[in-house]
């Protein structure tokens, strides 16, 4: 990675771009942000020496912006909303004639697509976890509360089910409760994924997330934030599974404090 040019960031929205704004600046990186229009929404005025402000559908306008910047390196941080795919955002003829070469609408195939294009004016993209490997969990249970022998059978046959759903690039997470699946993610999200899941199963289900087989760290990996534990306390989970190494915890300390509170279980797997 050159330690001379500025590292250029394509933001969507939630607190992943302010966490990636905040690591680059302590490592003593320069940043330009594209503020995806339609989607950020966090203030990362502080940490940026540029932020151009610019629709999701305006590819060219994005890749321009960044090698006016000189960027050469760039990242991809925050939630992009998938039905921005279906809905009335009109995209640039670069856009366009991406939709129209890559075999279908899969966030991989978009995003793939995506970097594929800023390679061709020499923007190469990073993993969106440079700088942030600590945030990534080692294997093990990281709250105070451990699974019992009946939630780790479910975590077992979770794990099954969400690297069977994460290899048809349809969702990252499955709820699961008495080792049934009672609901997997679809366009919709994590979070409405647990609220749905918990609809069906009630108090105490358990929310199992897997990245894809090969997965790309340049784009779509697994993150869970504030937000998911939130959601989970509200609808009354018990337990979170994530996949070790491939997971990132956005405000790490914060999510395993507040899990401890409320009695709510933590485990990173690895298979």
Known sequence: MSSSSPIGLIAGKGKFPLIFAQETARHNRELVVIALKEEMDEDLSPYAKAIHTISVGK???????LKK???????????????????????????????????DRRADSILGGVANELLKDGIHLLPSTTFLSHLLPEPGILTKSKPNDAEQRSIEFGIKMAKGLAALDLGQTVVVRKRAAVAVEALEGTDECIRRGAKIG???????????????????????????????????????????????MLEKDAILEKANKNNICIVAWEQ
């Open 202 to 248: 009630g108090e105490g289900v358990i929310i199992v997330k897997s990245s894809k087989p090969n997965q790309d760290m340049r784009f779509d990996v697994p993150v869970v934030g504030m937000g998911t534990i939130n959601v989970m306390i509200e609808c009354k989970a018990r337990l979170l599974a994530v996949e070790a190494h491939k997971t990132l």
């Open 59 to 65: 590819l060219d306008s994005i890749i321009q912006a």
């Open 69 to 103: 910047e000189n960027v050469t390196e760039a990242a991809m941080a925050g939630k992009v909303e998938h039905t921005h795919i279906f809905s009335d955002i009109i995209p640039d003829l670069r856009a366009a004639s991406l939709l129209f070469k890559i075999k």
